[in-house]
T-cell receptor
């Protein structure tokens, strides 16, 4: 079935370092793809999304490009800050087997940025 | 802008007790879901609804019941709490199948 696989980490970076979190997907069609962020003690928030192949989603300096050829949606940021420390989830709508599509998530990647 | 509201934020239950986690959204979304989040497991879907009066099971439904009598509300019932249900629970809503979900702040449940 449809699914996402992301690198699990944890990832520790120094401030201003370059960030990549890998996410690959398996899907029968071309679903929208999402990155969510969860700050400590909070719920998940949408970070960015892409709705079709070659789309680039961007927000708060983060970017991800919907690559159909490599079935990937890697998250990148050129210069991370301490405030980016959080858990990041890749997600897509997966067929539930009961006539609908439900969001399915990767296992999350914990990012810690040190000054 | 309330979005998705979950109550309570924290709860401690004794094994065998029952309780209801409340979830309400004010965005008129048809799709609502309950997830549980456990360390190393990501988010796992418990139950979901695609509209008032329609619910279905997700990946880990055992021990939980849901109902959807209105568009706004989607409560999750624990029938007889077990320590394995210690987790953080999130409710989410979205407009349609291929759109983003909005999450509540979560309920941290401990079963002793």
């Amino acid at each position: 079935g449809d699914s996402v696989t992301q690198m699990e980490g944890p990832v520790t970076l120094s401030e201003e370092a370059f960030l990549t979190i890998n996410c690959t997907y398996t899907a029968t069609g071309y679903p929208s793809l999402f990155w969510y962020v969860q700050y400590p003690g909070e719920g998940l928030q949408l970070l960015l999304k892409a709705t079709k192949a070659d789309d680039k989603g961007s927000n708060k300096g983060f970017e991800a490009t919907y690559r159909k050829e490599t079935t990937s949606f890697h998250l990148e940021k050129g210069s991370v800050q301490v405030s980016d420390s959080a858990v990041y989830f890749c997600a897509l709508p997966a067929y539930s087997g009961a006539g609908s599509y439900q969001l399915t998530f990767g296992k999350g990647t914990k990012l810690s940025v040190i000054p | 802008n309330a979005g998705v509201t979950q109550t309570p934020k924290f709860q401690v239950l004794k094994t065998g007790q029952s309780m209801t986690l409340q979830c309400a959204q004010d965005m008129n979304h048809e799709y609502m879901s309950w997830y549980r989040q456990d360390p190393g497991m990501g988010l796992r879907l418990i139950h979901y609804s695609v509209g008032a009066g329609i619910t279905d099971q997700g990946e880990v439904p055992n021990g939980y019941n849901v109902s959807r009598s209105t568009t706004e509300d989607f409560p999750l019932r624990l029938l007889s709490a077990a320590p394995s249900q210690t987790s953080v629970y999130f409710c989410a809503s979205r407009r349609s199948e291929n759109t983003e979900a909005f999450f509540g702040q979560g309920t941290r449940l401990t079963v002793v």
